[in-house]
C-alpha cells in the first residue's frame, strides 16, 4: 500500500484552526443544524470552506488513528489508514448528507478500510495479536471485558488473561469485532454502531450481547 500523506496544500486547505461560522451564508443549505456541529461544519467543507475541513482532522485524526490501530496492530499502517479515511472524505465532501451523524459516516469509512486490509493482508499477519485487553493510551485504563479489573490476587493471571482476550477477540466474527471495538474503546452507542455496521439498534445490541457472551464463556477461567 502506497504511503500517504495529508499535505493540505496538495488537498488545498489552508490553516487548521475552528472554522469561524459561515452559516449565514449558507443558511439554506445547513438549515436548522447547530452551526458549531460536526454536521454543519462538514456541510461547510462541501460549500468549499477549506478551514473546515482541517479542524474536522485535527479534531478527530488522533482518536481516528488509536481506532484502526486496534484493529491492524500497527502502527504506520493505523496512520496510513487514517490519512486515507480523512483524504475519502474529502474527495466525498460533496456528496456528503447531513441525515447521520458526521462520526458515524467517518467511523464507517474507516471501519470499512480496516476490514478491506484484513482482508487483503490476511494472509501475512499470521499470529498477529490484538491488544483488548491494554492500557488506553490516552487515559492509561484497562477496558473491562469479562469481569471487574483483577485484585492484587489475580495479578499473576495477568499474562496469561491477556494472551487468552487477544486470542478469543481475533476469533470473534468479523462484525462482533468490530462492534466491540467501537463499543469499549471509540464509546460508541448501539445506534451508532448500528449506523456504521448498517444494522438495527437491537440487532446490534444481539450482535454485542453475543460477543461479550462468547468472551466470558471463553474468559472464565480468568475470572
Known sequence: MAALVLDNSALGAGAASRPGSRAE????????LDPAGDAAIM???????????NYLVEKYHRSMIHFLFRMVRNQAVAEELAQEVFLRVYRSRESYRAEAKFTTWLYRIATNLAVNYARDTRHERGAQTLYLDAADEETGTTPDVADDEPTVEQRLMRDERMAAIRMHVMALPERQRMAVLMHKYQGMDYRQIGEVLRLSESA????????????????????
Open 25 to 32: 451564508t449558507h443558511a439554506g443549505v445547513i438549515g436548522g
Open 204 to 223: 446490534t445490541k444481539s450482535l454485542l450481547f453475543r460477543a461479550y457472551q462468547t468472551l466470558r464463556d471463553k474468559l472464565k477461567d480468568f475470572v
Open 43 to 53: 456541510l461547510r467543507v462541501a460549500a468549499g470552506d477549506e478551514s473546515s475541513f
